[in-house]
């Protein structure tokens, strides 16, 4: 197992813009040979919102083979941070060196390497930013970076998601730092990849009461890349608990390890579902089903009130939107943006939003982890949000994110999900039209 | 005063989060302004499988002006994937043509045969609203459709303005496509759709359970997982 196989679908995405004349193993030297460093106080690492912020960017680096090096204190973890294990912060975040993929090491930083970036969490100090650096910064709900010297204020947050949402803004100005090193197919094409000086994220801010946040009922369709992200961004939700089932017939592949946030290396060959099931435990009680999501499944056992969709199969949302009678959330990707939308019972389905289905074959879907977290970070919003009866409003059913550039004004598009006479699920908002 | 509507104006055409100006004229088709977008952003990868969609999520018809389909001028469209276009669109069955392919491939099978049938409709639609049965040699084991027959059914339809919309034929047992079926097609274009009936078409009058396939710009079949995703009943 090499970082050659590990990060094809990363190499697979950066073809879209990368030169024909390049080869796939120097996309891939060029990922492993960037230094970011990751740079913290101990006042920034003292709440679950900055440990989050840290250990969410060094697992998005990491799963783009890049090699990070770390300025922080030791100081101990506030709360779990899977797939980081340990009690010490910097000593879990040193034993993931190797862990994600083959190469990409998680070092103390010794001042020997100059770093190529420098991502830096609130208002920590930092001797040296001779590289291009950023601040990460945030509140509850909403992440921010910035290349500018204003003031940032330090994390201090128990609610995670907006510390989340700083981490994928880092990582994805780590991976438009790769696209500016390769030569392009087309030279006006570096308009994707040019740095955001400052950028920001905000998934809107809602009040949630103090104390345990029992969301219920869930099953989880697919335990691949986009429903890990969901799992991981909520088993960070201080005194969240669940239960459900997870179904997926598939084992983890060397090539999952790029954007698979609960996987690691040891994790190649063993079956998805077992492996989401038992890396929630005890927080979150799912049984494993082993198996693809079937009707006859649900004829034994209804679905649950919320269903969780990151199947990429289309045919199989319908499927699951046939059986769901209560709320389905669906996340994917395509490229280099993704497509997040909630369905419930009378609102136009999941059939509406992807009507028929893509013919492209079984062929290797480019992904990479950043945007793949995207997809998940949004249906852990969203099925937050329905689970304490503050879902968007109807104006906000889909979500299309690209985040290249967070800069721009139109990085995201929220929409509503449109009815259509041939819907495949046949959907009730459908007939009406039809009729 | 007469107020003035402009015929060409800018609207503002997002892709992966960079938005830029194309310039359109009202007349102009909406196809015309996906490939001037399509270029702008020099895309080459897949790019037939993009479309132009509106704030409210909606998708902007391709078929209609700009006047038509309502675009005015600074409005601000979203160039993405579009899942329909992968698909080519769905077949939209007409009243009773199921009902008439089942009793023709019975009749001529007498459930010992293989027989085909196709499926026809106006050239500009995706309507199938007839079903014609060809001139053809049969066995247990395959067909084989008169060449005359066949030259004669291109003259029609080019004189009729209809076309052929998918191949529905039988096999003996199971449901598959051969690796005959997989190389002659009647129609050898990307997105055509082939339906193959198991038991020489003598079980329910249903699409279930038998093989549809749709062919791919490469020239293989991709097996589609349910008659669904090929075919709506108007």
């Known amino acids: 197992m090499n970082a050659l196989e590990q990060l094809g679908r990363t190499i697979l995405l950066c073809r879209d813009y990368s030169s024909d004349t390049v080869s796939d193993a120097q996309i891939c030297q060029r990922f492993q040979s960037v230094r970011v460093l990751c740079a913290a106080d101990k006042l920034n690492l003292s709440s679950r919102s900055g440990q989050t912020c840290l250990t969410t960017m060094v697992a998005l680096l990491s799963r783009m083979g890049m090699q990070v090096s770390l300025a922080i204190p030791e100081t101990s973890m506030i709360q779990q941070q899977l797939p980081f294990v340990g009690p010490l912060l910097r000593s879990s975040l040193l034993a993931s060196s190797n862990r994600f993929i083959a190469g990409a090491t998680v070092q103390q930083d010794d001042s020997r390497h100059k770093p190529d970036l420098i991502f830096v969490l609130g208002d920590s100090g930092i001797e040296d930013s001779s590289s291009p650096t950023w601040r990460l910064s945030g509140q509850e709900w909403c992440g921010r970076i910035t290349q500018e010297t204003t003031h940032a204020p330090s994390w201090a947050s128990d609610w995670p998601i907006g510390a989340m949402v700083s981490a994928a803004l880092a990582a994805g100005e780590a991976f438009k730092y790769v696209m500016r090193c390769l030569p392009l197919r087309n030279h006006e094409d570096h308009i994707f990849f040019e740095p955001s000086v400052a950028s920001n994220w905000d998934f809107g801010s809602i009040g949630i009461r103090e104390g345990e946040l029992d969301l219920g009922e869930v099953d989880i369709v697919s335990a691949g890349a986009i429903t890990q992200a969901t799992l991981y961004a909520l088993l960070r939700v201080p005194a969240l608990r669940m239960r459900g089932r997870v179904f997926d017939d598939d084992v983890t592949a060397a090539t999952n390890l790029n954007r698979n946030m609960l996987s690691v290396v040891s994790d190649v060959g063993s079956k998805k579902a077992l492996l989401v099931a038992s890396r929630c435990s005890p927080n979150f009680k799912f049984t494993p089903m082993h198996q693809r999501f079937s009707i006859e499944e649900s004829r034994v056992q209804e679905l649950a009130p919320y269903v969780l969709v990151g199947v990429d199969d289309i045919p199989s949302r319908w499927q699951v939107q046939r059986c769901a009678s209560g709320v389905l959330i669906v996340s994917g990707t395509s490229h280099f943006s993704i497509s997040s939308s909630c369905h419930v019972p009378g609102a136009p389905c999941s059939g509406c939003q992807h009507p028929v289905d893509d013919l492209g074959g079984p062929t290797a879907i480019p992904t990479i982890s950043f945007i793949s977290f995207w997809a998940g970070l949004a249906m852990a919003v969203r099925f937050i949000r329905h689970a304490v009866g503050a879902p968007y409003l109807v104006g906000r059913q889909h979500l299309w994110l690209t985040p290249l550039r967070m800069d721009q004004p139109h990085a995201a598009l929220w929409s509503p999900v449109v009815p259509i006479p041939n819907c495949p699920v046949g959907c009730l908002s459908s007939r009406r039209i039809s009729t | ?234």
């Open chain 2, 1 to 234: 005063m007469e107020s003035v509507v402009e015929r060409k104006f800018a609207v503002e055409i997002i892709y992966n989060g960079i938005t830029k100006k194309v310039e359109v004229d009202g007349e102009e088709q909406v196809a015309a302004v996906l490939q001037k977008a399509i270029a702008e952003f020099h895309i080459t990868q897949n790019s037939h499988l993009l479309s132009l969609y509106r704030q409210d999520g909606s998708l902007v018809p391709e078929n209609e002006s700009v006047e038509r389909a309502g675009i005015k001028p600074r409005e601000v469209l979203l160039l993405r994937p579009n899942a329909v276009k992968g698909g080519n669109g769905l077949l939209k069955l007409a009243s009773g043509v199921l009902q008439e392919t089942f009793r023709m491939l019975r009749v001529c099978g007498r459930g010992e045969c293989e027989c085909a049938v196709y499926w026809m409709g106006p050239s500009d639609s995706d309507l199938v609203n007839g079903v014609d049965h060809p001139l053809h040699q049969r066995s247990a084991f395959g067909y084989e459709v008169n060449d005359r027959w066949l030259t004669d059914l291109w003259n029609r339809l080019a004189s009729s303005r209809r076309s052929i919309k998918a191949q529905v034929h039988t096999h003996p047992g199971e449901a598959f496509h051969s690796a005959t079926d997989d190389t002659w097609p009647i129609v050898a274009q990307e997105g055509f759709i082939s339906i193959v009936i198991p038991d020489f078409a003598t079980g329910q009058v249903s699409l279930k359970n038998t093989w549809i396939g749709r062919l791919r710009e490469d020239g293989r079949w991709h097996r589609l997982g349910s008659p669904e995703q090929a075919i709506c009943r108007v």
